[in-house]
């Protein structure tokens, strides 16, 4: 099992930053992927970025050029730097891992997930 713990979430208007921070604990493994996805009221989760075992990263095409996932696996914690927030960013954000070493940016490919973290971006 893994537990992941989600920080950083907060409230900020058009064009400010945040960073989102995933620790994991439990039965981690540095070479698998992580990945962080977004849920806004009435819609489906969808995937923002991933970091794969390899070290290649994906992003989704509404956040490329503004956010940046980084992990540190020393610490099993990996991060989401977010700039440029839009208010169509606003979702509660959620941390996932997967069994595996490389993965799709789908919710299918990950199988912990932790409770999430809010991020409100106003205008």
């Known amino acids: 099992q893994v537990q992941l713990v989600e920080s950083g979430g907060g409230s900020v208007q058009a064009g400010g930053s945040l960073r989102l921070s995933c620790t994991a604990s439990?039965?981690?493994?540095?070479?698998?992927?992580m990945g962080w996805f977004r849920q806004a009221p009435g819609k489906e989760r969808e995937g923002v970025a991933n970091y794969t075992g390899g070290g290649s990263t994906y992003y989704a095409d509404s956040v490329k050029g503004r956010f940046t996932i980084s992990r540190d696996n020393a610490k099993n914690t990996v991060y989401l730097q977010m700039n440029s927030l839009k208010p169509e960013d606003t979702a509660m954000y959620y941390c996932?891992?997967?069994?595996?070493?490389?993965?799709?940016?789908?919710?299918?490919?990950?199988?912990?997930w932790g409770q999430g973290t809010q991020v409100t971006v106003s205008s």
């Open positions: 439990g039965n981690t493994y540095s070479s698998n992927c």
């Open positions: 996932a891992a997967a069994r595996i070493r490389w993965c799709y940016l789908l919710p299918a490919d990950f199988d912990y």
